[in-house]
């Protein structure tokens, strides 16, 4: 039972590159979400995904784009990347309302 | 939109001592309250919530406290241990259409001096 697994680990891109970072869950949750954390703002979502098929934005969506491809599956594309995308991104889901947040193990990229 | 503030930003305990954490939240639509704790390096991981129709949740070292009418909660750790140093986050959230719509305080970086 391995939760929420998230690719890849790290990753530097050069400015203007693209990528996909990939999660599952293998928890059968509805919900699943992207944030992302840089250091003393705390965790900001990025996209949100109530349940398969739905798809919103979160607090700072621009720059970013989602596919919930599946009811296990929620990947998160930077088709133009920017220095000031440069954080660690985080794949959570939850079982819904008054549950606690299981995160992924994180992804740290560097725009350069 | 929810504004959540966490203070203080950095605590430094002895081994032993207690260490309170302090959240403020503004909209009261807010129902629900998770603490989660980050190690360097680490994913958040939840330690403790609660509820809103909760004053207060114990689990061993860890407590929470809730005033909804001065929309407080407060974290607080007992007989703190080196391995309690870490990252702790205040959350608030709000049922919205079946998802949670949940805004963090900005961390408490704790440090506990053996």
């Known amino acids: 039972n391995a939760g929420v697994t998230q690719t890849p680990k790290f990753q530097v891109l050069k400015t203007g590159q693209s990528m996909t970072l990939q999660c599952a869950q293998d928890?059968?949750?509805?919900?699943m979400y992207w944030y992302r954390q840089d250091p003393g703002m705390g965790l900001r979502l990025i996209y949100y995904s109530a349940s398969e098929g739905t798809t919103d934005k979160g607090e700072v969506p621009n720059g970013y784009n989602v596919s919930r491809l599946n009811k296990r599956e929620f990947s998160l594309r930077l088709e133009s990347a920017a220095p000031s995308q440069t954080s660690v991104y985080f794949c959570?889901?939850?079982?819904?309302?008054?549950?606690?947040?299981?995160f992924g193990s994180g992804t740290r990229l560097t725009v350069v | 939109g929810e504004n959540v503030e966490q203070h203080p930003s950095t605590l430094s305990v002895q081994e032993g001592d207690s260490a309170v954490i302090k959240c403020t939240y503004s909209d009261s639509a807010s129902n629900y309250f998770p603490w989660y704790k980050q190690e360097l390096g680490k994913r958040p991981q939840l330690i403790i919530d609660i509820r809103s129709n909760v004053g207060e949740k114990k689990d061993q070292r860890i407590a929470v406290t809730l005033n909804k009418t001065a929309k407080h909660f407060s974290l607080h750790i007992t007989e703190t241990q080196p391995e309690d140093s870490a990252v702790y986050f205040c959350?608030?959230?709000?049922?919205?259409?079946?998802?949670?719509?949940?805004?963090f305080g900005t961390g408490t970086k704790l440090q506990v001096i053996p």
């Open positions: 959350a608030a959230s709000v049922n919205s259409g079946g998802y949670q719509k949940v805004t």
């Open positions: 928890m059968n949750h509805n919900s």
């Open positions: 959570v889901t939850d079982r819904g309302p008054y549950y606690g947040y299981t």
